[in-house]
Nanobody, 124 residues
Framework: VQLQASGGGLVQTGGSLRLSCAAS??????YSWFRQAPGQEREFVAAIRWNGGSTVYADSVKGRFTISKDNAKNTVYLQMNSLKPEETAVYHC????????????????????WGQGTLVTVSS
């Protein structure tokens, strides 16, 4: 199983980026995006359920970020709008075998596989 994250880069405050996470090997029940800024813990950003497309977002990104999927390409996307400097981080995609809700969705220990991450830098 491999998760390949891409799409990061340098963007100005208020700008947009779209991240991609291509999965190979099999299809999992859910995919999530996390981010980790230097010196900070990895934090949950968004999740999507493969069957049905249910989504969950961290409060800090609601209304600005959108997680979506392309079944044919086995790829998950994270559209990020109105980016802020404090959102500079390495963004990771992760997956697990079953859909999870509640506090577990933001617990990194609940995920089986992780991508290598893609760096997003938001300049002020």
């Amino acid at each position: 199983v491999q998760l390949q994250a891409s799409g990061g880069g340098l963007v100005q405050t208020g700008g947009s980026l779209r991240l991609s996470c291509a999965a190979s090997g099999r299809t999992f029940a859910m995919y999530s995006w996390f981010r980790q800024a230097p010196g900070q813990e990895r934090e949950f950003v968004a999740a999507i359920r493969w069957n049905g497309g249910s989504t969950v977002y961290a409060d800090s990104v609601k209304g600005r970020f959108t997680i979506s999927k392309d079944n044919a390409k086995n790829t998950v996307y994270l559209q990020m709008n109105s980016l802020k400097p404090e959102e500079t981080a390495v963004y990771h995609c992760a997956t697990r075998y079953a859909w999870i809700t509640g506090g577990g969705i933001s617990d990194t220990r609940q995920y089986s596989y992780w991508g290598q991450g893609t760096l997003v830098t938001v300049s002020s």
